[in-house]
């Protein structure tokens, strides 16, 4: 996984920056709390403005995550050149130690073990979510459209020119689009269809186009052969 790179959280600016990240994440990094949400947490020497509505939903739910964690009531850990550390809350705009949690009991040892507990069924499905829209998005991009240039060549110079074409257009099927065409004279009074057409390359493939359709009966009857002239992806 990739070093997440945040901005400077002592300024204003850079608490914007990261309410903007935080819009689409739950957390600094991957699916669950872990020690980068720590990290951006201390290194804010207060809570947001509860206007930044994203950054004030990370830091309360890390914040909520910490106190259940670390029960004993902070009073606050000054180190030279950086903020205070320690679990907060916003009250009024001033920055307040969170009350003492009650001494766990042994029943909730194994809770209190686990630094951030279990994540909510809303932040799996948020999670999950997420992950398939960046599928679909990586589908989408390797997904896309060509568009291909045909020389369709008729038998000889007897060969009905209007018939042949009528025939290349008669193939459809999901993912191709038709589009110009002219004749191009070859020689011996010989003229070729050259013919554009657009396909989509995840549902056309144009050697199977050519060779179970155009060249294949009854088609063939006008079509002595195809080549591709030009290929190139849109």
């Not at 110079?157 to 018939?163: A, N, Y």
């Amino acid at each position: 996984m990739a070093v997440v790179e945040l901005p400077d959280l002592a300024t204003s600016t850079g608490l914007q920056k990261l309410d903007q990240y935080l819009l689409t994440r739950s957390y600094i990094s991957g699916y669950q709390p872990s020690m980068d949400d720590v990290a951006a947490f201390c290194a804010m020497s207060q809570a947001p403005k509860t206007e930044l509505v994203n950054l004030s939903r990370w830091y309360n739910h890390i914040s909520a995550l910490l106190k259940k964690s670390l029960p004993g009531e902070p009073a606050g850990v000054k180190i030279a050149g950086q903020p205070v550390c320690q679990s907060r809350e916003l009250d009024n705009g001033s920055v307040t130690p969170a009350p003492a949690t009650p001494p766990a009991t042994e029943a909730d040892d194994d809770d209190d073990l686990d630094l951030f507990g279990e994540e909510t069924e809303e932040e799996k499905q948020a999670a999950a979510e997420r992950e398939a829209q960046k599928k679909a998005s990586a589908k989408k991009k390797e997904s896309g459209k060509s568009s291909v240039l045909l020389d369709v060549k008729p038998w000889d110079d007897e060969t009905d020119m209007v018939k042949l074409e009528e025939a290349v257009r008669s193939v459809a099927m999901p993912g191709l689009l038709w589009g110009a065409s002219k004749l191009v004279p070859v020689g011996y009074g010989i003229k070729k269809l050259t013919i554009m057409m657009t396909i989509e390359d995840d549902l056309v493939s144009v050697d199977n186009l050519i060779e179970d359709y155009l060249t294949e009966e009854p088609r063939n009857e006008y079509i002595q052969s195809c080549d591709i002239v030009a290929f190139n992806k849109i």
